[in-house]
C-alpha cells in the first residue's frame, strides 16, 4: 500500500484489490530472485474514520477474496502466503487483523493449504496471553513463528513477560522445523544483542 496515505497493507481494504494484487505480483517476483518461499499479506488497516464494528464484514469478505486469488497465484510458485495478527492495544490500533482465532476462522473460510498463520508471540501475548495453549491449539496453522519480549520489544533474554527458554523447548517438542524469526529492537547493539543465542547454538 501507499505507506505515505498511513496504508499497512491492502488485502483487507474494500476497493483496494487491484492495488493489492499490483503488490502481490511485484512480492512474488522479489521472492523468486532471493529464493524466499513465504509471503506475508498484510491485512491492512481499518479506514480511517470508519468504525470497525461497521466495516468489520466488508472487510473480511473483502480479505477472503484476495486471499483465495493469493493462494492460487502462490501455489503457481510453490509459495506459502502467511496472514498476521498484529495486536490493536499498544502497535496499531486500526490493524484490522488481531488475533490467531480471527485469523484462524477467516483461513478455514478462506480453505487453501498455502495459506498459513504468521504466529507473532509477541502480539499474541498482548492480545490473549495463554502462549501455550495457543500454540498448540493454532500450531496445525502456524507457518512461520517471530518473536520479541513483552512489553519492550527487545531481545527474549531481556526482561519482560515471556520466558523463552520454556517457549522454545515447547516448539521444540511440537516438532517446530521452520524458521524463528526475531523481530525485536535491539536495547542496544545489533551484534552484541545477538549474544543470547549463542546458548543455542552450543546445544
Not at 523468486?32 to 518461499?37: D, F, H, L, Y
Not at 502462490?74 to 482465532?101: C, F, K, S, W
Not at 508471540?121 to 500454540?135: A, K, Y
Request: charged letters at 20%.
Amino acid at each position: 500500500g501507499d505507506q505515505e496515505m498511513g496504508e499497512m497493507g491492502l488485502a483487507a481494504v474494500p476497493g483496494r484489490q487491484p492495488a493489492f494484487r499490483q503488490g502481490l505480483a511485484a512480492a512474488v517476483q522479489y521472492a523468486k530472485e532471493v529464493g524466499c518461499p513465504r509471503i506475508h499479506l498484510m491485512a491492512g488497516r481499518v479506514p480511517q474514520g470508519a468504525d470497525r464494528a461497521a466495516v468489520a464484514g466488508k472487510m473480511e469478505t473483502t480479505f477472503i477474496e484476495n486471499l483465495r486469488y493469493a493462494a492460487d497465484l502462490l501455489a503457481q510458485e510453490d509459495m506459502i502466503g502467511l496472514v498476521e495478527p498484529i495486536n490493536n492495544r499498544i502497535t496499531d490500533p486500526r490493524y484490522y487483523l488481531n488475533t490467531p482465532h480471527q485469523a484462524a476462522a477467516i483461513l478455514e473460510k478462506v480453505g487453501r493449504p498455502n495459506l498459513k498463520l504468521q504466529l507473532d508471540l509477541f502480539h499474541c501475548q498482548i492480545m490473549d496471553g495463554n502462549l501455550s495453549h495457543n500454540l498448540e491449539t493454532y500450531f496445525p496453522l502456524t507457518g512461520h513463528i517471530q518473536i520479541a519480549q513483552v512489553p519492550g520489544r527487545h531481545e527474549p533474554d531481556s526482561p519482560g513477560e515471556l520466558n523463552f527458554p520454556y517457549i522454545f523447548k515447547l516448539l521444540e517438542s511440537l516438532s517446530y522445523s521452520g524458521y524463528v524469526g526475531c523481530e525485536y529492537a535491539p536495547k542496544g547493539d545489533t551484534l552484541e544483542g545477538l549474544g543470547w543465542l549463542h546458548s543455542y547454538w552450543e546445544s
